[in-house]
């Protein structure tokens, strides 16, 4: 297995594995409250500001029934399906509220069962544009950020000073500069860590206190800055596509002869790409920066922003093949497809498209795969 | 079982109504001869928007939709062309057709071969799937692309949003088009717009009498107007007509059908292509008289907090005044984002709401479409059905598409419907005439 130095990414790792018992320990150390989010372009900075842990609702890649009689199998994405398998089995229990920024009509469904289903002192929609490249887009966006900030105001009975959001600012601002330089140690050939372990650096800083998260980072920072690089020269791959946060099946990538240098996805850099700049009117430079960043294609029109700035990253990643990887019925990202895949070939970037349930069926994508990476490797060496 | 036999008889505004369908067909063809404005895209709400600029046409992403639904052979060519094209199956229906026929070359052509070049694409983005259909076509065809945004929430700020929205895409068709905005237009399609919808709900209330004056079947031809042309006011006038006649059918008690031992509602979208599945129920009797499908398409409606669908009131029956341009803009988004419950997030459906309609339409017992195909209009499917299952509604669900037949299942479907109407305690009446149109 490629990965660099299991040890310095533990704290990532056992985070991520025991998400819900980080959570429960963050709220009786603090005595704050925690609200699970939908989708990234919810604020966190604002969630963060009201001292609230904003924490990423995320299912768990298994099998399961109990969303059936609210969520058809035959139409909902298998991620957004888990999500609410985890609330309704109560494993969110923690929860003292959830928000939704909306993106995809999958998640807002499972949204809409979430509130009904699982009843919270607590819960906010937050309308985000699809059209962010209009120019009415900040200002609607502003609003509703405006709207939620006092919403949380009202439920906490605090008011969220500009000072508050200033430090969330600056710790969100920061752990996005040490993620970045996380990923500029992937350029490296061979990178300096897997893909994986960037997957599961990303997945923990949806999970946990983020000052929290930046100290560890600049602690692995500093290890992997020893000189030393444990991973072995492979295809330089990249992965991208609907949201996935199965880190084994990158684990498996891998293993089957391949580094993940790069992704675009949104437990990847989508995440994290673009920092705040500061103005005085702290709502519109939060706004500023959810609609500059890298988009979901649910906010990708009129202009395509996604497709150029993916290509860019192959470029910048010296990226050589790629990998799409597909919830089963996502339809924005099965719409992105056709153009991402002629952009691809424009770059003599050979790719594949693995279509994703729960469970994952490993033995079918290792085929292609596998075939695609052999086929580089004969090429390049 | 009701075994009253009723009285039908020929709606007479019907052939209006197919005149009116056949006007804006051929309308499509000639506005570009006319020097009127030809307006690409799913365009089925803010029609006044683009009256503004006197009479338009709109030949949605390629005039040829219904009729390659209807023609199994060429809808496997259109959508095996989108498939082919990568476009794959789970992303909606209607669009891989509309994507079919653009990689067929058939956007832009008439029926008589020759090329209509549209001036914009302007896509009221209901769903994300026509947001990004908008996209494709534009880049495809080279044609300038503006979204129109519509927000799935109802709130000063969405509103705010939405009305500056449209204010921008005034300025901005001026500027593609070089033409003048005139507002007195606007103002009356606006009004017209209004009324269509208003009018629409109130046809459709009147069908909570027994016997039903119209069916779902009619009722899905019936709004076809309504969703092409309600800004205009010989569409106002044909709803006018239609508001009386059902009026005075409901006064004599002239039915849709000859029967009703059972009322039935069709909630969703059916299959576009096997609309028969409307008729199977006669031979029993029973009758589909409603269903939000239609009622929606394009109805204004209030809701209650009991849940109760009432047809919406018109702006000056509530004393607004439309005499502006920012006026008329604001009674478009107070329409779309207040009034139709097709936009709304599942989120804001109130929970009683199904059940309300059915007791409120006197029905026996509901028929779904699980359609994997749309994600928009059949968001909050299944709390629906779990309510009308936990309210002991009898109920039939059924999987299938609006516009792919693939994944429709008609023998399976229609004989799944006969055992549900038998188990409704219906039998097949000896003597069953049809119904008219
Ligand atoms: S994976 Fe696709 S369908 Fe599922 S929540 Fe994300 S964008 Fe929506
Ligand atoms: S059928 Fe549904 S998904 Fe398709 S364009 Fe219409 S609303 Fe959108």
Redesign the interface.
């Known amino acids: 297995m490629n990965i660099s130095r299991p040890k310095i990414f533990r704290p990532f790792r056992e985070i991520v594995t025991d998400r819900h018992e980080y959570a429960k320990k963050w709220k009786a150390k603090t005595g704050g409250k925690v609200i699970g989010y939908f989708c990234t372009y919810v604020p966190e900075e604002i969630i963060c500001a009201a001292n609230i842990l904003p924490v990423r609702i995320i299912g768990n890649n298994e099998p399961q029934t109990i969303t059936d009689?609210?969520?058809?199998r035959?139409?909902?994405c298998p991620f957004s399906r888990n999500c609410l398998a985890e609330g309704l089995l109560g494993n969110y229990d923690y929860l003292d509220g959830v928000v939704l920024g909306?993106s995809?009509?999958?998640t807002?469904?499972v949204?809409?069962?979430w509130?009904?289903h699982i009843p919270l002192s607590f819960w906010h929609?937050l309308?985000i544009?699809?059209?962010l490249q209009?120019?009415?887009?900040d200002?609607?966006l502003v609003?509703?950020f405006?709207?939620f900030k006092s919403s949380l105001e009202t439920w906490t009975g605090a008011s969220i000073t500009t000072e508050a959001l200033d430090r969330a600012i600056e710790t969100y601002n920061k752990n996005r500069q040490l993620m970045k330089a996380l990923y500029e140690l992937r350029k490296y050939e061979p990178p300096m860590l897997a893909g994986s372990e960037a997957m599961q650096t990303v997945l923990a800083s949806q999970l946990m206190d983020k000052s929290e998260h930046n100290n560890i980072l600049k602690e692995v920072l500093a290890q992997l800055s020893d000189g030393k690089n444990n991973v072995e020269p492979a295809i330089r791959l990249m992965v991208l596509g609907s949201e996935n946060n199965d880190i084994d099946l990158l684990r498996a990538i891998e293993s089957w002869g391949a580094n993940i240098v790069i992704d675009d996805h949104c437990v990847g850099s989508r995440y994290f790409w673009g920092e705040i700049t500061p103005h005085e009117d702290r709502l519109r430079a939060i706004a500023k920066r959810y609609i500059e960043r890298p988009p979901c294609?649910?906010k990708d029109?009129?202009l395509?922003r996604r497709l150029p700035h993916i290509l860019g990253l192959i470029k910048e990643f010296k990226v050589q093949t790629a990998v799409i990887i597909l919830q089963?019925?996502?339809?924005?990202h099965?719409?992105?497809?056709?153009?991402i895949?002629s952009g691809l070939q424009e770059l003599h970037i050979p790719s594949v498209v693995i279509e994703i349930d729960a469970p994952i069926s490993m033995a079918q994508i290792r085929t292609r795969v596998e075939s695609l990476i052999d086929m580089l490797r004969v090429d390049t060496y | 079982m009701n075994k009253t036999k009723y009285k039908t008889a020929l709606l007479d505004c019907w052939p209006m109504m197919k005149e009116l369908r056949r006007d804006h067909f051929k309308h499509t063809w000639k506005a570009g001869e006319k020097g009127d404005l030809v307006v690409m895209g799913i365009f089925e709400w803010f029609l006044a928007l683009c009256a503004g600029f006197g009479d338009y046409a709109n030949p949605s992403y390629g005039p040829y939709y219904t009729g390659i639904l209807r023609d199994k052979e060429k809808a496997l060519t259109c959508f095996n062309t989108a498939e082919s094209?990568?476009?794959?199956r789970?992303?909606?229906a209607s669009m891989r057709c509309h994507l079919g026929q653009l990689y067929m070359g058939l956007t832009e052509k008439s029926p008589k071969g020759d090329t209509v070049k549209p001036d914009f694409i302007l896509q009221p983005?209901a769903?994300?799937?026509m947001?990004?259909t908008?996209?494709?076509v534009?880049e495809e065809l080279g044609i300038p692309?503006?979204?129109?945004?519509f927000?799935?929430?109802d709130?000063g700020?969405?509103r705010?949003?939405l009305t500056?929205?449209m204010q921008?895409a005034i300025e901005w068709m001026e500027k593609k088009t070089d033409r003048k905005f005139n507002d007195e237009l606007f103002i009356n399609a606006v009004q017209n717009e209004w009324e269509c919808m208003v009018l629409w709900a109130r046809i459709c209330e009147m069908t909570k009498t027994i016997p039903s004056p119209l069916d779902y079947r009619q009722m899905w031809s019936l709004r076809i107007p309504n969703i092409t042309s309600r800004h205009k006011r010989e569409t106002v006038t044909l709803y006018r007509i239609l508001f009386d006649e059902v009026k005075e059918r409901v006064a004599k008690g002239i039915s849709a059908t000859p029967y009703e031992t059972a009322r039935l509602f069709h909630q969703f979208l059916p299959p576009f292509y096997a609309l028969n599945i409307f008729k199977e129920p006669w031979k029993y009797g029973a009758s589909f008289i409603g269903g939000d499908g239609a009622f929606t398409s394009m109805g204004a409606w209030m809701i209650h907090e009991d849940g109760t669908w009432e047809a919406a009131k018109m702006p000056h029956e509530r004393g607004v005044n439309i005499s502006t341009r920012e006026a008329a803009l604001e009674a478009l988004a107070d329409l779309y984002l207040g009034y139709l419950p097709a936009s709304r997030?599942?989120?804001t459906?109130n929970?009683k709401e199904a059940a309300k309609m059915i007791h409120d339409w006197h029905v026996d017992g509901v028929v779904l479409m699980?359609?994997?195909g749309c994600?928009?209009l059949?968001?909050?499917?299944?709390?629906q059905i779990?309510e009308l299952k936990d309210a002991g509604i009898p109920t039939m669900v059924y999987?299938g598409s609006h516009a792919d037949f693939r994944d429709y299942n008609e023998i399976a479907t229609l004989n799944r419907l006969d055992f549900f109407l038998e188990s409704l305690g219906l039998k097949e009446l000896d003597e069953f005439k049809e119904g008219q149109q």
Do not use: M
């Open positions: 009689r609210l969520c058809s035959n139409k909902w909306a995809c009509f999958h807002q469904e949204f809409a069962a509130v009904k929609y309308f544009p699809g059209s209009s120019t009415s887009a200002t609607c609003g509703e405006e709207e294609p649910t029109f009129p395509r089963k019925f996502c339809e924005p099965q719409y992105d497809l056709p153009a895949e | 094209k990568g476009f794959k789970d992303i909606c983005a769903c994300y799937a947001s990004k908008g996209q494709i534009s692309y503006l979204n129109l945004e927000p799935t929430k709130s700020n969405t705010a949003y500056t929205e921008e997030c599942t989120l459906v929970q699980i359609d994997r994600k928009t059949s968001a909050g499917q299944e709390e779990v999987e």
